[in-house]
C-alpha cells in the first residue's frame, strides 16, 4: 500500500520548477514529496535508481519503492492531489493512456525548449537568441 510519493524533478529546469511549485500547492490525499533529481538525497536513499535518466524525465517513487516514469509518473502526481485524482484514475485506463502519453512528450519537448531559451538568455546579451556574441565566462 502507498502512503506517500516523491516527486523527483529537475532543478535547473523552468518546467520541473513551474510544475513542482504548482503540484506542491495542490491539497494531497497522500503526503507528497518533491526532491531534486540527482541530488546526493535522492542518490542516497535510491542508490539503484538510475539517476541521469530522473534528469530527463520526471520520476515518482513510491513508499513501497515503486518506481514511475514518463506518463506514468505524471499519473501519479495527479493521483496523489485531491482535486485531481479523478482524472488520474481516468487517464490510467489503457484507452486513456496515450492521451497521457502525449502529454508527457509535450512536457518534454516543451521542457527542452525552455531550457535552451534560458541558456541562451543567460550566455547571450538582451536575450538575442544566440544570435550576437555571448558574454564572456569570467
Given at each position: 500500500?502507498?502512503t506517500?510519493?516523491?516527486?523527483?524533478?529537475?532543478?535547473?529546469c523552468?518546467?520541473c520548477?513551474?510544475?513542482?511549485?504548482?503540484?506542491?500547492?495542490?491539497?494531497?490525499?497522500?503526503p507528497?514529496?518533491?526532491?531534486?533529481?540527482?541530488?546526493?538525497?535522492?542518490?542516497?536513499?535510491?542508490?539503484?535508481?538510475?539517476?541521469?535518466s530522473?534528469?530527463?524525465?520526471?520520476?515518482?517513487?513510491?513508499?513501497?519503492?515503486?518506481?514511475?516514469?514518463?506518463?506514468?509518473?505524471?499519473?501519479?502526481?495527479?493521483?496523489a492531489?485531491?482535486?485531481?485524482?479523478?482524472l488520474?484514475?481516468?487517464?490510467?485506463?489503457?484507452q486513456?493512456?496515450?492521451l497521457?502519453?502525449?502529454?508527457?512528450l509535450?512536457?518534454?519537448?516543451?521542457?527542452?525548449?525552455?531550457?535552451?531559451?534560458?541558456?541562451?538568455?543567460?550566455?547571450?546579451?538582451?536575450?538575442?537568441?544566440?544570435?550576437?556574441?555571448?558574454?564572456?565566462?569570467?
Amino acid at each position: 500500500m502507498i502512503t506517500g510519493l516523491t516527486v523527483l524533478t529537475d532543478p535547473h529546469c523552468p518546467l520541473c520548477r513551474r510544475f513542482a511549485a504548482w503540484l506542491g500547492g495542490q491539497p494531497t490525499l497522500v503526503p507528497l514529496e518533491l526532491l531534486a533529481a540527482g541530488s546526493d538525497e535522492a542518490r542516497r536513499r535510491w542508490p539503484t535508481l538510475d539517476h541521469a535518466s530522473t534528469l530527463e524525465d520526471i520520476t515518482v517513487v513510491g513508499s513501497d519503492g515503486s518506481v514511475w516514469t514518463k506518463e506514468h509518473a505524471w499519473v501519479m502526481c495527479l493521483w496523489a492531489t485531491r482535486p485531481y485524482r479523478g482524472l488520474a484514475e481516468r487517464l490510467s485506463r489503457p484507452q486513456l493512456l496515450p492521451l497521457a502519453r502525449g502529454a508527457a512528450l509535450g512536457a518534454a519537448g516543451l521542457r527542452h525548449l525552455l531550457t535552451r531559451e534560458e541558456v541562451q538568455r543567460d550566455d547571450y546579451p538582451d536575450a538575442c537568441a544566440g544570435s550576437c556574441q555571448p558574454i564572456a565566462q569570467g
